[in-house]
């Protein structure tokens, strides 16, 4: 497929076209942050903002943000071209993944307890909740539950109106926000 045009790096556990399509950025097992020239594979930019590795990586709809999902239970917003950190979203959880809504300023976690450690605790110690946190304010505003296994990955619908959830249950929930969501108005 192509030229097979190929460059050593760090295990890569997320990999998205960049703003303008002529980069690749690439999330690694370390923590890091790359960004690629596809055509030469010369690295242009690396970051270092996570202790982890990064799960997840995914754009906003106009593309000009980048957030990352971190087993250091962070997420990131990034500016998608130059990389400078903008937001961080914490929690107590290890975060598998991340978006951004094209609707509202917010911005979907979603993670939980490994794995490897479901069987032996409660769903509720799982902490297996789709999280809501505000985009600018870096507030949690919301949780919803369904899942009684860690959130693997995440996604708006492109018109805002719903998000999918995927986890190791086995399941993929589609969840169509009610009239209450888009009533809800921030104070500050």
């Known amino acids: 497929v192509g030229s097979g045009k190929q460059w050593y790096q760090r295990r890569v556990r997320g990999m998205i076209w960049g703003t303008v399509e002529d980069y690749i950025i690439t999330g690694h097992e370390n923590g890091e942050l790359r960004q ?3 055509k030469t594979g010369e690295k242009i930019k690396t970051v270092h903002e996570h202790e982890h590795l990064i799960k997840d990586l995914q754009l906003s709809k ?15 917003l990034f500016d998608a071209k130059d990389f400078k950190e903008l937001k961080s ?7 598998n993944s991340a978006a951004i809504s094209p609707l509202k300023h917010h911005i979907l976690l979603g993670g939980g307890q490994e794995a490897m450690e479901v069987t032996t605790s409660h769903t509720k110690s ?4 789709a999280r809501f946190f ?20 995440l996604a708006f619908h492109p018109s805002g109106k719903q998000y ?7 399941y993929v929930r589609i969840h169509d926000f009610d009239q209450s969501y888009y009533d809800f108005e921030y104070d500050f």
Do not use: C, Q
Request: zero cysteines; a negative charge; hydrophobic letters at 30%.
């Open 134 to 153: 505000h985009l600018i304010f870096e507030e949690e505003i919301g949780r919803v539950k369904g899942h009684f296994g860690p959130i693997n990955t």
């Open 89 to 95: 979203f914490k929690t107590d959880r290890p975060v």
């Open 164 to 170: 999918s959830s995927g986890a190791e249950d086995g």
């Open 126 to 129: 799982g902490k297996f909740e």
């Open 62 to 76: 106009d593309r000009t943000m980048l957030v990352t999902a971190s087993k250091d239970t962070t997420a990131k």
């Open 36 to 38: 690629y020239d596809w």
